[in-house]
Each structure stands twice: as C-alpha cells, then as structure tokens.
C-alpha cells in the first residue's frame, strides 16, 4: 500500500477564525469547504496538501 497524503484534523474553539490565521501562514492555503463547524483549507500550489480544521463543539 502507498500512503498518498495525509490530512491533519485539528480540533478548535473557532475553526473559521482558525482559518484565518492558517491563510496568513503563507503556505497558499485557501478554503476549499467551509461548514461553520468544519473548514477544509487546501494549498493552491499543491492541492494534496490539506488541513481540517474542526470545531470542539457538537454541531447543531
């Protein structure tokens, strides 16, 4: 088996607001899906390259 990539979740308070600061990493992340309770950024430079961001809260 070939592992591909592996995707980090990390879990916070405020995902969104999370989000921001992971855009201004420098690393080309951009939101590819944002559901309040989670937030998929991706690298546009290399889009195997992901980061999930998740709430610690239940969603409604």
Same mark, same amino acid.
């Given at each position: 088996? #070939? @592992?591909?990539?592996?995707?980090?979740?990390?879990?916070?308070?405020?995902?969104?607001? =999370? =989000?921001? /600061?992971?855009?201004?990493?420098?690393?080309? /992340? +951009? *939101? *590819?899906?944002?559901?309040?309770?989670?937030?998929?950024?991706? =690298? =546009?430079?290399?889009? #195997?390259?992901?980061? @999930?961001?998740?709430? #610690?809260? +239940?969603?409604?």
């Amino acid at each position: 088996m #070939t @592992i591909r990539r592996a995707v980090p979740d990390i879990t916070t308070a405020g995902p969104v607001a =999370s =989000s921001g /600061f992971y855009q201004l990493l420098g690393c080309g /992340f +951009r *939101e *590819e899906m944002n559901l309040g309770w989670v937030v998929n950024l991706v =690298s =546009s430079a290399n889009p #195997t390259a992901q980061v @999930i961001l998740i709430t #610690t809260m +239940r969603p409604p």
